[in-house]
């Protein structure tokens, strides 16, 4: 009887710790894959990041690295390319810290909410006008969005 005892005390344990660990936090240097995506405790070399995990941010949607915008002049830019160049200034070679809800994936890749010391990466590049907010999945950053598009910032100008 006692073994049978401890036997559900400790399925008991281990059941509530990995209850407690529904969220995993993925932390380290950052490098820049595109205006949405980044990778987590690698290296960079020869301009490319290798060997760390690969995540994409939540709550927003950048340019693809190759695309190209529109402005309201009729100027074709770069906004994939600029896209990314805002994320990497945002985070400027800082260690970030990612959370990642167990289960959500896109394309394979963890979907994560990213901060840069207390900066939201996700948030701040809907600010900014290089992301807009995937409006089918979340509005987290409605009014971010919606004060970059009244501003004219980045893809919206």
Not at 1 to 10: A, K, Q, T
Request: glycine share 10%.
């Amino acid at each position: 009887m006692r073994s049978i005892l401890l036997f559900v005390v400790f399925l008991f344990i281990a059941t509530s710790t990995s209850l407690a660990r529904a969220d995993a936090v993925i932390s380290g240097p950052a490098c820049v894959i595109d205006g949405n995506t980044i990778q987590i405790g690698g290296k960079v070399k020869n301009h490319q990041c290798l060997g760390g995990i690969n995540a994409r941010l939540y709550g927003s949607i950048a340019p693809e690295l190759d695309e190209k915008c529109t402005d309201t002049a009729g100027s074709v830019w770069d906004c994939g390319q600029k896209a990314k160049d805002a994320l990497a200034g945002m985070i400027r070679m800082h260690n970030i810290s990612c959370y990642h809800i167990d289960g959500e994936f896109e394309d394979g890749m963890p979907v994560v909410t990213c901060l840069s010391g207390r900066l939201d990466l996700a948030l701040e590049m809907v600010a900014v006008g290089m992301a807009k907010i995937p409006h089918n999945q979340s509005k987290r950053y409605q009014l971010e969005e919606d004060d970059a598009k009244k501003a004219k910032r980045g893809i919206w100008k």
